[in-house]
């Protein structure tokens, strides 16, 4: 616990990762030499087309797969270099996960899932951690006690963000958060992640096919066939 | 367990039904355990009474009529009498008969009596306490609790069908004494003879007779064990353990394997009935427990998550099974099933019930560690 509070935030540094699923004839190369740092406050956006290696990316940066070479560093911690039982660890303590449609878990009201987050990082109890808060920050203070099949998907959707942040992680990983929502409620969710990454100081990328909201993000990368770059 | 109970809840419909069946399995275990002691009890109640450690048979008699074809002599039991680390060794007579009772108002009740025929006032004799004991009266019986039962009391004449010996009861078993469902009468060792030579009231018996009975009984020393092959050598018999015996009991064996058979399916069933149900459970939750091990959350806490959620499962439905199985066993230990509940069995049965249940649930759950983390994101492969 210690660890966690004194901990420093310097965002997320991405060093010529290679990535290369399958193998023999079937390889696919999905990310290629991809280099990126993402500043703690800051939301960066990364198009492109399904396969270009998007989600590649943030299974990478999140820990879930180690590439094949390249570094991934989250507050010099070297996530590459960790045991599985460590990449983990760097999931609970550090990452939080925005998925698509909110992936919340059905049998829990939203401020269960929020609570629920804690206690997977173990970080129940702990001073400014408040499940509550965090849900009237998102806005849903009054859905607190609904299960995801009561909320619209705009709410699902702010439900997981403040799932995500409740546990004050360095990194943000967004997968796709407004495939399933329609304009206006697009702008809403990408506004309420460029604000919270603002106030809260954690770095965020946001994998999305959604040119319409990139207005509110920082800076937006280009992502294709597992090469990045910067938007034209 | 935090979200173990909460599933439970949300999911309480599945929970409910699976609950269900394993309250029935539980309640049928418990009335399979109440009719197994109830058997047991019918079948070898008589023998498990005696305070007999082993019975000495006619030399080569086979054990499943043992009880039957067996005969021994009053030498033979003096023989063993003198082995290492006996107490006591006397002639046991076992014989089923048909008789008839008549009590005091004049109605003739047909019965069926195991007579076990037991030299009065000897270690062998039965304790009553409604009555007196084996007196020295030669036509006194004491009979099982269970005769009473027909409404047969002290003072009432049983007479033994063809031979017409008149026999008086004079006590009563506190307990149930039967042997292969037929309830027990002791009888004074003589009459008994008499009774098993078809010797009717008034006859002149062949001298032999008062020299043999069925089998030897023989009580160990406290603390001693006792050389049975030694004594069958030097009393030319063979002995069987009393555990042994209760298989010489009439359908004793058939009657507890197929009851053994039935429970042991039971509880195969239940484990696999468990398995499967938290193998469908854990597939159906396979994208959201990815969610969960994606946001760090270990295998083995979903694991335990799990078998918690499988624990409260088993241990309130089979609760539930046994608190109605013990109801109805209440009511069905008045009537004529042979059915007696013993905490012993019921608890032990319970117990590898919620044991199994766990293990199947256990082994569904372990398909939660190979989970990959990577199907939360949408576009992953």
Known sequence: MTTTTARTRTGLLLEDVDLVLGDGDFSVTALDAVSMTVAPGELVAVVGPSGAGKSSLLAVAGGLTRPDHGRVVVDDLDVVAATAAGRARYRRERVGFVFQSGNLIPALTAVDQLRYALRIAGRRGEPGRDPREMLEQVGMAHRARSRPHQLSGGERQRVGIARALVTGPSVLLVDEPTSALDRTRSHEIVELLARETHEQGVATVMVTHDHDVLGHCDRVLQMVDGKLSAAR | MFLGIRELAFARGRFGLMGLVV????????????????????????????????????????????????????????????????????????????????????????????????????????????????????????????????????????????LGTRLTVVGITADQRTFGHVDIAYVPLRTWQEIHAGVAPGEQARPGIYEEATAVAVLARDGATVDLAAGDAAAGTTSRTLEESYGASPGYTAETTTLDLIEGFLYVISALLIGAFFTVWTINRRHELAVLRAMGATAGHLVRDTIGQAAVVLVGATAVGVAVGVGAGALLSGSAMPFALEAGPVTAASLLLVLLGLLGAAAAALRIARIDPLIALGGAR
């Open chain 2, 23 to 162: 309250a029935l399995i539980s309640l049928l275990m418990v009335l399979l355990s109440g009719l197994s002691t109830g058997l047991v009890n019918d079948g070898v109640s008589g023998l498990i009474r005696l305070p007999v450690t082993s019975f000495a048979f006619e030399e080569g008699t086979e054990l499943d009529s043992a009880f039957s074809r067996s005969t021994v002599t009053a030498e033979q039991a003096a023989a063993w009498g003198r082995q290492r680390g006996v107490a006591d060794a006397g002639l046991f007579g076992n014989a089923l008969v048909n008789a008839e009772a008549s009590g005091a108002e004049g109605a003739a009740t047909p019965v069926d009596l195991a007579l076990f025929g037991i030299e009065a006032g000897s270690w062998l004799a039965p304790t009553a306490v409604d009555g007196s004991g084996l007196g020295q009266d030669p036509d006194g019986i004491v009979v099982s609790s269970t005769v009473a039962d027909l409404g047969i009391g002290i003072g009432d004449v049983v007479t033994i069908d063809r």
